[in-house]
C-alpha cells in the first residue's frame, strides 16, 4: 500500500538572479544600523559593575556596538 498522494518533481537548479537594489541596500543599512542603537542602548542601560562583569569598559561600548554586529553569529538577520 502507497502512502504516497502526489508526485514532487525534480527540475535542475537554476540560480537566482541576482540584481542590485538600492532600496534593499538602504533598508539592510537602516536595519543594522538599527541593530547597533539597540544595542548600544542596552548596554548603556547597565551599570558598571554589569559592564565590567561581562568585560568591557563605558568607554568601549560604542567599539563594541559597532563590531559585535559583524563579528557574532547571534545578530546575523
Do not use: C
Amino acid at each position: 500500500m502507497s502512502t504516497i498522494h502526489g508526485t514532487s518533481e525534480f527540475r535542475p537548479a537554476t540560480a537566482r538572479r541576482q540584481y542590485y537594489s538600492p532600496l534593499e541596500a538602504y533598508w539592510n543599512a537602516f536595519r543594522e544600523w538599527r541593530k547597533r542603537k539597540r544595542l548600544r542602548a542596552t548596554l548603556d542601560d547597565l551599570s558598571d559593575r554589569e559592564l565590567q562583569d561581562i568585560g568591557i569598559g563605558r568607554g568601549e561600548i560604542d567599539y563594541v556596538a559597532r563590531s559585535a554586529l559583524s563579528t557574532d553569529p547571534r545578530f546575523t538577520p
